[in-house]
C-alpha cells in the first residue's frame, strides 16, 4: 500500500525506527529519519516551542518595523498640515490686503473706473452684460457700484444668472 501510495507509512516507520533496541541509531541514520522522530516527547515539545517563539519573535519585529513606518508617516503627514495651514493663513493674509489694497483705490483709479462706467452707460446692456461676463469679479463690481440703478438692473437681468448672483453678493456686503 506505501508503495501504491495509498497508504505513507513513513512517520509510523520514523517512529518505530528509532526505539529498536540495539540497532536504532543505526538504523535511523541509514534510512535518513528526520531528527525530529529521534527526540523523545519532552525533547519534541521544546523543540515545537523553540520554533513557536521563534514565529513570534519574527511577528513582533514585523510588527515593531510596522509601527516605526507608521511612525514615520504620521509625522510626515503632521509637517505637511501644518505647512499647509501656514499656506492658507498666508493665502487668507494675502486675500485681506488684497481686498483692503481694491478698497483704498487711488484717485485716479477712481476716476478711471467712473469713465469707464461711463462708456457702459452708452452700450446696450445686452452687450455690457457680455463683456462684464468676461471681466474679473472685483472690476465688475466697481464697475457696477458706479452705475446707475436702472442700468445695474439691465445688465445683470442679462448676465449669467450664477455671476449675477455673485455680483450682486458683493454688491450687497458694504467694505
Not at 509510523?12 to 541514520?29: E, H, I, R, S, Y
Not at 523543540?47 to 514565529?55: A, I, S, V, Y
Not at 439691465?154 to 467694505?175: C, F, G, H, K, V
Amino acid at each position: 500500500m506505501h508503495t501504491s501510495g495509498a497508504i505513507d507509512i513513513r512517520p509510523f516507520v520514523w517512529n518505530v525506527v528509532p526505539k529498536v533496541p540495539f540497532v536504532g541509531d543505526a538504523l535511523t541514520k541509514h534510512i535518513g529519519v528526520p531528527e525530529v522522530y529521534t527526540l523523545s516527547v519532552t525533547e519534541r515539545r521544546k523543540l515545537e516551542l523553540q520554533q513557536w517563539q521563534q514565529r513570534l519573535d519574527e511577528r513582533e519585529r514585523e510588527l515593531q518595523r510596522n509601527a516605526a513606518e507608521l511612525e514615520l508617516l504620521n509625522n510626515d503627514i503632521s509637517q505637511r498640515q501644518q505647512k499647509v495651514e501656514k499656506q492658507e493663513t498666508e493665502m487668507l493674509e494675502k486675500d485681506k490686503d488684497i481686498a483692503r489694497g481694491k478698497n483704498e483705490a487711488s484717485p485716479h483709479e477712481e476716476a478711471l473706473i467712473k469713465e469707464i462706467a461711463n462708456t457702459y452707460r452708452e452700450i446696450s446692456p445686452r452687450k455690457a452684460a457680455g463683456i462684464m461676463a468676461q471681466l474679473p469679479d472685483h472690476l465688475a463690481i466697481e464697475l457696477m457700484r458706479n452705475l446707475p440703478q436702472d442700468t445695474r438692473a439691465s445688465i445683470l437681468a442679462r448676465m449669467d444668472p450664477r455671476r449675477a448672483a455673485r455680483i450682486t453678493e458683493n454688491l450687497a456686503d458694504p467694505q
